[in-house]
């Protein structure tokens, strides 16, 4: 084998046990675990019962395939912010510089977390569809729909679990992940899922409809329904995606090692 395949040997194989370690790791805590898995399929059952008659009202011919687009994305980045959290947490603690002295990939830390939170969000997913099926969620395109849903989601969680673990990684303080809290909640209410583009004003339509939450849900009811999307949302969407990994990319190269060796003691 060659050098680099070799790298990339030791990389997936370091992932993989990275991995296992934190899922191993969040069984010792089984009520968040289910809460992680059960809250987002709630949160839809909350909004259906309480409110889908107004929200029908408001947008007639929606079901509860946007809610629940939008939500297992809201469940995404926020858990993402958690995991990133415990990452931060493990580099102050100085765990990320002892794996540092490993004969490891110095990347299959990250990675490693990454691919558990792929996981967490897949299995979340999963209920969260069956839960809207029950309420009358349309699904044109199949089985095969339903697993370019999940394919589309994984590239998301991932993409967002590589962003905020870098952020873990090179930031000099929590505060950087907590910034990034509000701006998820404010774009929890600036896109397509939770209400038609048409009722925003008219100068805000051409800002939501090019932000990552419009992107992500848009593509993810395509995925379910078929039908004519046209190619604007998933080019945003990996427009979005790409530009992430691209400054993850950039910090983690230029700052993560000083940051993990800083951490030794």
Same mark, same amino acid.
């Given at each position: 084998?060659?050098? !680099? ?50 929200? $029908? ?22 858990? *993402? ?11 102050? *603690? ?9 004969? *490891?990939?110095?990347? !299959? ?15 979340? *997913?999963?209920?969260? /569809?069956?839960?809207?099926?029950? %309420? ?22 991932? &993409?967002?679990?590589?962003?905020? +673990?870098? /952020? ?6 929590? +505060? ?23 009722? %925003? ?12 939450? &419009?992107?992500?849900?848009? &593509? ?25 990994? $691209?400054? !993850?990319?950039?910090?983690?190269? &230029? ?11």
């Amino acid at each position: 084998m060659t050098g !680099s395949a070799l790298e990339a040997a030791g990389l997936a194989r370091g992932s993989l046990l990275q991995a296992r370690r934190v899922l191993r790791g969040a069984r010792r805590t089984p009520a968040l675990v289910a809460q992680s898995l059960l809250f987002p399929a709630l949160l839809l059952v909350l909004f259906q019962l309480v409110l889908s008659r107004s929200l $029908a009202a408001f947008a007639p011919g929606r079901d509860a395939g946007e809610l629940a687009a939008l939500i297992v994305l809201v469940a995404t980045v926020f858990g *993402a912010l958690v995991s990133g959290g415990a990452l931060f947490d493990e580099r102050e *603690a100085g765990l990320l510089a002892r794996f540092a002295t490993m004969p *490891a990939h110095p990347g !299959s830390v990250l990675l490693g977390r990454v691919l558990a939170e792929v996981v967490r969000v897949l299995f979340s *997913a999963v209920i969260l /569809l069956l839960v809207g099926l029950l %309420f009358g969620m349309t699904v044109h395109a199949g089985p095969l729909g339903v697993l370019a849903f999940l394919a589309v989601l994984a590239g998301v969680a991932a &993409t967002v679990g590589v962003a905020v +673990s870098t /952020l873990a990684v090179t930031g000099a303080t929590r +505060s950087m992940l907590n910034l990034l809290a509000p701006v998820f909640l404010m774009l929890m209410f600036f896109n397509s899922g939770f209400a038609p583009l048409e009722s %925003f004003p008219a100068v805000l339509r051409p800002v939501v409809a090019y932000l990552p939450f &419009t992107a992500g849900v848009d &593509t993810l009811l395509w995925c379910l329904r078929g039908g004519a999307l046209g190619f604007r949302s998933p080019l945003v969407l990996v427009g979005w995606c790409a530009a992430a990994l $691209a400054v !993850s990319g950039w910090l983690w190269s &230029t700052r993560a090692a000083g940051r993990i060796s800083g951490e030794r003691r």
